[in-house]
């Protein structure tokens, strides 16, 4: 179908646009729940200049900063992930990639022992090249996720010292390692529907097997802290947009989604997600294991894996 006759449904009819989300998702994805968690390997300092991120050094965000993460930090923590049963678990490190040898070698140690406890390993480590993926494939990692954060046409709104075409190029790198790729964006920021019609249409050109949905969680110090929030009926829509755009794809819902759903947020399944994020984001708190575990259970669905 055509953005054009998508956006005309989503605005005529939101529900019934959400209810068909849904029932793709169910037909795609039955009752499973593809849950991951992440670990913040490495905070602040970055000199990209993301207008949502706290960890760059051109804000005055106020947090934690410290190096790449040892080990034996990285390990228990996945540790304790893989008993509340999540099997993807994700290495973050801010900063635009990685920056030597030695760290390429530490961070690739850790993906192998992540992979000997039973995940599927996944990494978010910036623009990386062609050898240091294929580096951390040789290694065990699963899958590689840069987000391209919202449209081409939005982009540099919020971001201005790297490019689109960089994000992409980083994308099509990590498919040439052999490497599963995942790749979505944060709504909320000032962009408009279209925009994020257009950014899932360049995500199903890319090919990408799983896409995050974050939702903008204003910090002080940034420049969006004083961004309104999405609302959650907004929120579900955009969730059913990206599902009528992705079909087949995973379509997880990450960052923000307790802020920007609130009551609604069991919905999001309904809405056409197949999966969530669970346990802390970057900078800010996540939702406990115990509470995600028991929503799955009493929605009659299972997590995955």
């Known amino acids: 179908m055509?953005?054009?006759?998508?956006?005309?449904?989503?605005?005529?009819?939101?529900?019934?646009?959400?209810?068909?989300a849904g029932r793709i998702r169910e037909e795609n994805f039955g009752p499973d729940v593809d849950a991951c968690s992440i670990i913040n390997a490495r905070s602040g300092n970055c000199p990209e200049d993301?207008?949502?991120c706290a960890q760059s050094a051109h804000h005055a965000a106020r947090l934690r900063?410290?190096?790449?993460?040892?080990?034996?930090?990285?390990?228990?923590a996945a540790k304790r992930v893989f008993d509340n049963g999540?099997?993807?678990?994700?290495?973050?490190?801010?900063?635009?990639?990685?920056?030597?040898?030695?760290?390429?070698?530490?961070?690739a140690r850790m993906v192998e022992k992540v992979r000997e406890i039973g995940f599927k390993p996944c990494a978010t480590l910036g623009a990386l090249s062609l050898y240091q993926?294929?580096?951390?494939?040789?290694?065990?990692?699963?899958?590689?996720?840069?987000?391209?954060?919202?449209?081409?046409?939005?982009?540099?709104?919020?971001?201005?010292?790297?490019?689109?075409?960089?994000?992409i190029e980083t994308l099509l790198a990590a498919k040439e390692a052999g490497l599963s790729t995942c790749s979505g964006g944060i709504f909320g920021m000032g962009e408009g529907m279209p925009d994020r019609a257009e950014m899932a249409s360049e995500l199903?050109?890319?090919?990408?097997?799983?896409?995050?949905?974050?939702?903008?969680?204003?910090?002080?110090?940034?420049?969006?802290?004083?961004?309104?929030?999405?609302t959650p009926l907004e929120a579900?829509?955009?969730?059913?947009?990206?599902?009528h755009i992705l079909t087949e794809k995973e379509i997880r819902v990450c960052?923000?989604?307790?802020?920007?759903?609130?009551?609604?947020?069991?919905?999001?399944?309904?809405?056409?997600?197949?999966?969530?994020?669970?346990?802390?984001?970057?900078?800010?708190?996540?939702?406990?294991?115990?509470?995600?575990?028991?929503m799955i259970k009493d929605l009659g669905m299972r997590l995955h894996g």
């Open 86 to 107: 999540v099997r993807r678990f994700c290495i973050v490190t801010s900063g635009r990639g990685i920056g030597s040898e030695k760290e390429l070698s530490s961070i």
């Open 255 to 294: 960052g923000g989604r307790l802020t920007a759903l609130r009551e609604l947020h069991p919905m999001v399944f309904l809405a056409g997600a197949n999966g969530i994020l669970m346990g802390d984001y970057l900078t800010t708190s996540g939702r406990n294991f115990e509470d995600d575990l028991r």
């Open 65 to 76: 900063t410290y190096p790449l993460l040892p080990e034996d930090e990285v390990i228990p």
């Open 133 to 167: 993926l294929r580096t951390l494939k040789g290694a065990g990692l699963h899958r590689y996720h840069h987000n391209l954060e919202t449209s081409r046409s939005f982009f540099p709104r919020i971001c201005s010292t790297h490019t689109y075409d960089e994000r």
């Open 204 to 230: 199903a050109r890319l090919g990408v097997d799983s896409v995050p949905v974050n939702f903008l969680m204003p910090i002080p110090g940034t420049p969006l802290e004083d961004a309104d929030f999405i």
């Open 236 to 243: 579900l829509k955009s969730i059913a947009l990206v599902r």
């Open 2 to 20: 055509q953005i054009s006759n998508l956006l005309n449904d989503l605005d005529e009819k939101p529900w019934e646009f959400i209810r068909e």
């Open 50 to 52: 993301c207008a949502f």
